[in-house]
């Protein structure tokens, strides 16, 4: 028993010296898939958030304490997979929402039908912080949105437009550090969406980029993409916004 002791001890001693580095950060990792935190208590909901990563940075990035990957790894609730080493070059995944791009860190989201790009980011902080802006205007939004449909109103893709620049105003002057005029942003939508009369139409459209299954508005400033966001959306038939959101007004 005590040796059986004296080992348990070692391999905690072991995780808990290793330190997180810049490489071992980008390692693959595996939770069990029940929740094995007592139910109700802090380290529960935290498990919770963070139990769907399948990277230490994910993990830190949802919510994970150094103290909770040290632990659940001791404990046999997480365990490292083998990986390969990230590309130098091109675009390779990081986490859901970050990639690199020609050893550039890249934050990036899309919600109904507008992507937000935040680029060239030398360090995956930076891009970390950024893709939390991107989450809150997301949110924002997603909040002006509803308040709408609470009112019993219906939101127009105009009002779209209205919730997105609100949005992006007010995160900026909150975040002034963090280059929000700098942000890119596009739409994209399936080719079958649409009906060749419409799709001979807007093909016509400089800004407009088709390829092979999808259709595309070339990345640019806000006010350059929202117009072709609305453009795309007409043409694909849709009017409002619960077209493409629901009567909930939720994101499927």
């Known amino acids: 028993m005590n040796c059986m002791k004296k080992a348990k001890k070692a391999i905690i001693a072991k995780v808990a010296a290793r330190r997180h580095t810049k490489n071992d950060l980008i390692v693959q990792i595996k939770f069990v898939e029940e929740n094995p935190k007592q139910p109700g208590c802090e380290a529960y909901r935290r498990f919770a958030l963070y139990g769907q990563a399948t990277t230490i940075r994910e993990a830190l990035f949802l919510g994970a304490t150094k103290a909770d990957l040290k632990y659940d790894e001791s404990a046999g609730f997480m365990k490292r997979l083998k990986n390969c080493p990230a590309k130098k070059q091109g675009r390779t995944k990081v986490m859901p929402g970050i990639h ?17 790009q935040a680029r060239k980011h030398y360090t995956i902080e930076d891009a970390e912080k950024s893709l939390k802006a991107i989450d809150r205007v997301i949110a924002s939004i997603q909040s002006r949105i509803d308040k709408k449909i609470m ?9 779209f437009v209205k919730h997105v620049r609100a949005a ?6 909150a975040s002034p550090k963090l280059g929000i005029d700098q942000w890119r942003f596009f739409s994209r939508n399936k080719v079958c969406q649409f009906s060749k009369a419409s799709l001979k139409q807007i093909c016509k459209d400089p800004q407009i980029s088709k390829g092979i299954t999808e259709i595309r508005v070339l990345q640019n400033s806000l006010d350059k993409a929202l117009p072709g966001w609305v453009k795309l959306a007409k043409a694909a038939g849709i009017s409002k916004l619960s077209d493409m959101l629901g009567v909930d007004g939720l994101v499927p």
């Not at 550039?104 to 109904?112: K, P, T």
Request: hydrophobic residues 25%; proline residues 0%.
């Open 168 to 173: 992006v105003d007010a995160e900026n002057k």
């Open 151 to 159: 009112g019993g109103q219906e939101n127009t893709l105009q009002d």
């Open 100 to 116: 690199t791009d020609n050893k550039r860190y890249v934050a990036d989201r899309e919600f109904c039908g507008l992507g937000i």
